[in-house]
């Protein structure tokens, strides 16, 4: 069973920088993507980056210039640093997998912007 544990959110100050980690655990061997998304209070959930192992990587035009994802798929984890965070980027912010049809997704960790 697929399971994804985010860790790494937080509060940070607006200009700050902060890494999200994901572990998962119950992969398949298959092509797949891992990524996160983000939920802001009041809206729908949303790709911030997303890589497949046999594909590009995808930025979201507000996270693109400011951002970095990262995958060990040794390891199964998918890790995202976020520079210059601003206020909008507040939100819950959720790592997924996909393999074929199937989508997972972690519990969430919590990444407040604010001073």
């Known amino acids: 069973q697929v399971q994804l544990v985010e860790s790494g959110g937080g509060l940070v100050q607006p200009g700050g920088s902060l890494t999200l980690s994901c572990v998962a655990s119950g992969l398949k061997f298959s092509p797949s993507t891992m990524g996160w998304y983000r939920q802001a209070p009041g809206k729908q959930r949303e790709l911030v980056a997303s890589v497949s192992t046999r594909g590009p990587i995808v930025y979201s035009d507000s996270v693109k210039d400011r951002s970095t994802i990262s995958r060990d798929t040794v390891a199964n984890t998918v890790s995202l640093q976020l520079n210059s965070l601003k206020a909008e980027d507040t939100g819950v912010y959720y790592c997924?997998?996909?393999?074929?049809?199937?989508?997972?997704w972690g519990k969430g960790t919590l990444v407040t912007v604010s001073s």
């Open positions: 997924n997998y996909k393999v074929g049809t199937s989508n997972f």
